[in-house]
């Protein structure tokens, strides 16, 4: 008798009249679809478990922390690449893809980028800088890393703002995101280059999203892809709005990645994902050590109805990453409140599946939309 096909390659055995295997892990579940990827903070902080869960259910990895400019660069020109590029070197080994997380942000980048001794820094020198950066670190990973996200969290939150006032944008002007663009270009020619925001799957993050990348494709920017975070509450998804915006932004002739998925189930009342806004600890925003039943099959059930329409647009979607591999490694756990107790992903703090583990994998087994 030919004996059955381990676990751990990546199928189940299932009752059927026909003895047909069925996919038990996401990345093979959604294998005609699109990647299924994971961001971890580094390769040190995990288990020896944690790293086969990654391995068995994932294609591509997303460096949450050290591929960061605080982290490669702490001071101009001295890079610390080694944490980086272990974790890239795992992902070779075990045949993952890497995406590069993130060239330009508002946030995680050391203040000397923006000061000239005791003065500003002038335009000249920051775009100087922000080239120097760029090239050193596009260039040691050339070859090595799929795609990077360029420019992270570029447009306002604010109806009256286009784009994010960070330092980058009053220091150079709003063609610092074409200049980045470009620079990575140049560093490697091979590599994808995304634009990746939150809230995007919002009619007034959209809009000024379309208007961006239509302003950059003018001026003969390449554009690769462009990255919907989708940081989630439970029970306030807006599942049309979403998929509008999938289809959107692939209408420009760009790949549609969901970048940072999970789905939040203690109550905040800051959306998004901007980490400058915080609130006081409460007995409604701190979480509980069990999550209550009810609330893990409603998440379930909404993680379900979001690879619906992601399969159904898969022509447009060609890659989906959650944020972090558990519910213990989770950033949720610490934003908006310190000290919460959250339970937004796929598996549990003790590396179990959860309900929206197997609601997404009987998603897969749905007819073709």
């Known amino acids: 008798m030919r004996p059955l096909i381990p676990l751990f390659a990546g199928w189940l055995a299932v009752t059927t009249g026909f003895g047909r295997l069925e996919p038990s ?219 509008k915006s999938i289809a959107a932004f692939h209408a420009l002739g760009a790949k549609v990645m969901i970048t940072e998925l999970d789905v939040d189930l203690v109550e905040r009342k800051v959306w998004g994902a901007d980490t400058t806004q915080h609130e006081n600890p409460t007995d409604s925003n701190l979480g509980w050590a069990v999550a209550p039943p009810e609330m893990l099959q409603r998440q379930a059930e909404q993680y379900a109805e979001l690879f619906r329409i992601f399969r159904r647009q898969h022509a447009a979607v060609d890659r989906v990453t959650v944020w972090h591999l558990h519910d213990g490694k989770s950033w949720l756990n610490n934003w908006p409140v310190k000290g919460r107790t959250n339970h937004p992903l796929l598996f549990d703090r003790s590396l179990q599946p959860k309900p929206a583990f197997h609601a997404i994998l009987s998603v897969a087994r749905e007819p073709k939309p």
């Open 25 to 243: 892990t996401l990345k093979q579940a959604f294998a005609d679809d699109f990647v299924v990827g994971v961001a971890v903070a580094g390769l040190s902080s995990l288990t020896a478990a944690e790293r086969e869960l990654i391995v068995r259910h994932f294609g591509v990895i997303t460096p949450g922390t050290h591929f960061k400019p605080v982290h490669l660069q702490p001071q101009e020109g001295r890079f610390t690449f080694e944490q980086a590029d272990t974790l890239v070197g795992f992902a070779q080994a075990n045949g993952l893809a890497v995406i590069g997380h993130t060239l330009v942000w508002h946030d995680a980048t050391p203040d000397w980028f923006f000061r000239d001794g005791d003065q500003p820094a002038s335009r000249e020198l920051l775009l100087r800088r922000l080239r120097d950066h760029i090239h050193a670190v596009v260039g040691h990973f050339r070859g090595r890393v799929k795609g990077w996200d360029v420019v992270n969290e570029g447009i306002s939150d604010k109806p009256e703002e286009y784009l994010r006032p960070n330092k980058w944008q009053q220091m150079i002007g709003d063609d610092y995101i074409a200049k980045a663009f470009g620079y990575a270009h140049e560093a490697d020619p091979g590599a994808e280059l995304y634009f990746n925001d939150y809230g995007g799957e919002h009619s007034l993050k959209r809009e000024k999203t379309i208007r961006l990348i239509r302003e950059l494709q003018a001026q003969g920017v390449r554009v690769d892809g462009i990255g919907i975070q989708l940081h989630l509450q439970l029970d306030r998804m807006a599942f049309a709005d979403i998929e």
